[in-house]
């Protein structure tokens, strides 16, 4: 009989997954690009801030932030990425943890786990820059449950003791996040959401997620501007087209892909000539402004679709299509010589659209040259016909059954894909193509 539930014991223990045995590298497993100081953007469904933040130029003041975000993959050790890139002071944070959500701005019981900074409980970030924490074991996380975790969200809460000045921020988060008002103090070791009462809908200062993962993991860049970003889609659904993808890409390989979301409500590849601080645009800095940051600094990245160029053809963008080619190759390049492949998504249609900006002829075919360069250049390592997907051929415009807003209701406004346009968009991608071997860069 022990010689029998030893046999037992040692088949068990084989069957269980392990990561003990692997290579590991650090992958970035959730991103949100930085655009701008709030609150210069585009959020949706955003609650009133006033109470808040009184003062955009004063920013946060001794007040505490719980920002949920879900990993698209997990490991047993996280680090974290805060950004003052945009601010115009020194911002110091304190008192920062990772947690499991249990529901609104609860914590799973005894998840709550404290980060440090160089060993320190407090960092102080400069303007213009970002800084990534120590790495923090997360022992909610183990080889047998990861299954389980899949969908969770992480809560990533931080104290501001002083005034922050201008808050670095990605507005269109779709994802409510809560925070406390001014002066009351540090509330991140709370693993209770009384403390938390105020909601938004946008992500602040934090701007990167990195998990320890098998070292040949593949981490997918979903490039662009709101339709990556999801305007439109449902509020809290995560059901923008990269999270369909990424939802594919985990039934179809495991724990073997990373998809991350750097779009950007109004992102354009040409423009602004110029963006700072002082002199903010709300749609972001330029695709070649933020390549950098955005994607070439993250963790692991092999791949990356570029799906963007409708607003540079809108009346604020007004750009040719000659000059966002030469830019948006300028980028692939650029992307290329980092050891990242780069796969060309063609643009929708935003013909007799409602927004203002969009919806013209001369828009429309500005964005079919862009198309035809996307589907014939070789630079290239492979297209994804988004066009197709998404255009009613009798009309020019989008498929009607695809217009209706998700987000906050109403007829929709002919540039924007809704939950099914954004699932027929992600169900769409040849898979075989994302996950193809090529040089990736090497790992942090």
Do not use: C
């Not at 609650?47 to 009184?54: A, I, Q, S, T």
């Not at 047998?144 to 201008?166: C, M, Q, W, Y």
Request: no cysteine.
């Amino acid at each position: 009989m022990r010689t029998f539930l030893s046999m037992l014991a040692l088949l068990v223990l084989q069957l269980q997954p392990t990561w003990a045995a692997e290579p590991m590298k650090w992958v970035t497993s959730w991103a949100a690009s930085i655009q701008g100081p709030y609150p210069t953007g585009n959020p949706s469904a955003q609650p009133n801030m006033h109470m808040v933040f009184p003062a955009p130029a004063t920013g946060a003041r001794n007040q505490s932030f719980r920002l949920m975000v879900k990993p698209d993959l997990w490991g047993e050790q996280t680090r974290i990425r805060l950004s003052n890139v945009l601010g115009t002071q020194p911002v110091t944070f304190t008192d920062a943890y990772v947690g499991l959500q249990l529901g609104s701005a609860e914590l799973v019981r005894g998840s709550n786990q404290a980060i440090t900074f160089s060993g320190n409980k407090s960092v102080t970030v400069a303007p213009g820059e970002s800084v990534w924490s120590d790495s923090v074991a997360l022992p909610f996380v183990t080889p047998a449950n990861l299954n389980l975790l899949d969908g969770r969200k992480l809560a990533v809460s931080f104290h501001i003791p002083e005034t922050s000045g201008p808050m670095t921020w990605h507005a269109k988060a779709l994802q409510t996040s809560y925070v406390t008002l001014p002066g009351s103090g540090s509330q991140t070791h709370d693993e209770r959401e009384t403390n938390f009462p105020y909601t938004t809908a946008s992500w602040f200062f934090l701007d990167a997620v990195d998990m320890r993962a098998p070292a040949d993991t593949k981490v997918i860049v979903a490039f662009g501007d709101s339709i990556s970003d999801g305007t439109a889609s449902t509020m809290n659904g995560d059901d923008r087209w990269p999270d369909v993808l990424a939802r594919r890409l985990r039934h179809q390989y495991g724990n073997k892909v990373v998809v991350l979301n750097a779009g950007i409500g109004g992102n354009q590849i040409a423009g602004p000539a110029e963006y700072s601080p002082i002199k903010p645009f709300a749609g972001g800095p330029s695709s070649s402004m933020r390549l950098e940051r955005d994607v070439i600094q993250l963790s692991g990245v092999t791949s990356l679709i570029w799906l963007e160029g409708i607003n540079d053809f809108s009346k604020n963008g007004n750009a040719s299509s000659a000059r966002v080619i030469a830019q948006l190759s300028d980028g692939v390049k650029r992307l290329n010589a980092a050891g990242i492949r780069v796969i060309g998504a063609t643009v929708g249609s935003a013909l007799a659209s409602t927004s203002a900006a969009h919806g013209f002829p001369e828009q429309d075919e500005k964005r079919k040259v862009l198309n035809d360069f996307i589907r014939s250049s070789t630079l290239f390592a492979g297209v994804i016909d988004f066009d197709v997907v998404t255009l009613d051929t009798q009309t020019g415009q989008m498929k009607p059954e695809y217009v209706p807003d998700n987000t906050i209701g109403g007829p929709g406004d002919r540039l924007h894909p809704n939950r099914a346009g954004y699932h027929a968009m992600g169900d769409a991608i040849d898979l075989e193509m994302l996950v193809a071997t090529n040089r990736s860069k090497q790992p942090k």
